[in-house]
Nanobody
């Protein structure tokens, strides 16, 4: 069994910053890609950024230049540094990871989501 625990969400003013963290725990053999998705009210869930086990990242055009994704393999943790936040960044942010366990081959796992609200 695997758990993804997210933290770091909250309320910030436009132009502010937040750092999201997601730590995976359980009977983990290996973690391949890790990433962040978000879903705003009335909209489809979309990829924000992801990063593979070698450190190569992919950033959505809507946040490129403002957000940075990173990971600490020793801690099974992925981070999303969000700078210059805009109201349109308001959404529930979900952590995702491709994980292989001792009893299952690589499968996607999801966190419960953390709310990010950008408002004055």
């Amino acid at each position: 069994q695997v758990q993804l625990l997210e933290s770091g969400g909250g309320l910030v003013q436009p132009g502010g910053s937040l750092r999201l963290s997601c730590a995976a725990s359980g009977s983990i053999v290996s973690i391949n890609a890790m990433g962040w998705y978000r879903q705003a009210p009335g909209k489809q869930r979309e990829l924000v950024a992801d990063i593979d086990s070698g450190g190569t990242s992919n950033i959505a055009d809507s946040v490129k230049g403002r957000f940075t994704i990173s990971r600490d393999n020793a801690k099974n943790t992925v981070y999303l540094q969000m700078n210059s936040l805009k109201p349109e960044d308001t959404a529930v942010y979900y952590c995702n990871a491709q994980i292989r366990t001792f009893i299952r081959r690589t499968n996607p796992y999801w966190g419960q989501g953390t709310q990010v609200t950008v408002s004055s």
